[in-house]
């Protein structure tokens, strides 16, 4: 059965940077697009961007360009997302999602990464 | 960017009820519009894709309809397990509606 399983919560300084992983299982990992979303508390869901593992193609959300880097391992099958510059603004939970094959909904969620930014 | 707009923000309703939440999109997605139930602490669960499609494993009183902007989601016979946030989203370029809070009366 297809699997993400995420990396544990950080709690990270103020204008440091942090990198976040998604660990991929039960399917062919450089098949699908890898998204990832964020969800502040209480708030919505925001998406970020995709990876396409394959080939390492990506597409940003305008809103975090410079802000979120995301890369994927094809050994490993995991994916993994750097954000920079950290401010309060960036403390939430964030998921990676994988699509749906034929279309982009997000078929299979990890659990989610909490990040917290506090000096 | 297309925006979402759901409706209500939050709902109360009782055991056996049915629920609509309906979400309106800034212009035609074409039914690409998927359906999320997120409980508290957890991750969002897929319910409903291409506006009308249900997920494996989802029960049938579970229903999504529309088109062009305008997109609904049903529950028929409310259960107690229903009580969370759902949210719409347009997988052109990915935005989500809101959420709606449903909790029992």
């Known amino acids: 059965q297809v699997q993400l399983q995420q990396s544990g919560a950080e709690l990270v300084k103020p204008g440091s940077s942090v990198k976040i992983s998604c660990k991929a299982s039960g399917y062919t990992f450089t098949s699908y697009d890898m998204h990832w979303i964020k969800q502040q508390p209480g708030n919505g869901l925001e998406w970020i961007g995709w990876?396409?593992?394959?080939?390492?193609?990506?597409k940003y959300n305008q809103k975090f360009n410079g802000k979120a880097t995301l890369t994927a391992d094809k050994s490993s099958s995991t994916a993994y997302m750097q954000l920079s510059s950290l401010t309060s603004e960036d403390s939430a939970v964030y998921f990676c999602?994988?699509?749906?094959?034929?279309?982009?909904?997000?078929?299979?969620w990890g659990q989610g990464t909490l990040v917290t930014v506090s000096s | 960017d297309i925006q979402m707009t759901q409706s209500p923000a939050s709902l109360s309703a009782s055991l056996g009820e049915t629920v609509t939440i309906e979400c309106r999109a800034s212009e035609d997605i074409y039914s690409n519009l998927a359906w999320y139930q997120q409980k508290p602490g957890n991750s969002p669960q897929l319910l409903i894709y291409?506006?009308?499609s249900l997920a494996d494993g989802v029960p049938s009183r579970f229903s999504g309809s529309g088109s062009g902007t305008q997109y609904s989601l049903k529950i028929n016979s409310l259960q107690s397990e229903d009580v969370a946030s759902y949210f719409c989203?347009?997988?052109?370029?990915?935005?989500f509606g809101a959420g709606t809070k449903l909790e029992l009366k």
């Open positions: 989203q347009q997988y052109n370029n990915y935005t």
């Open positions: 990876i396409y593992p394959g080939n390492g193609n990506t």
């Open positions: 291409d506006a009308n």
């Open positions: 999602a994988r699509d749906g094959g034929y279309s982009d909904f997000f078929a299979y």
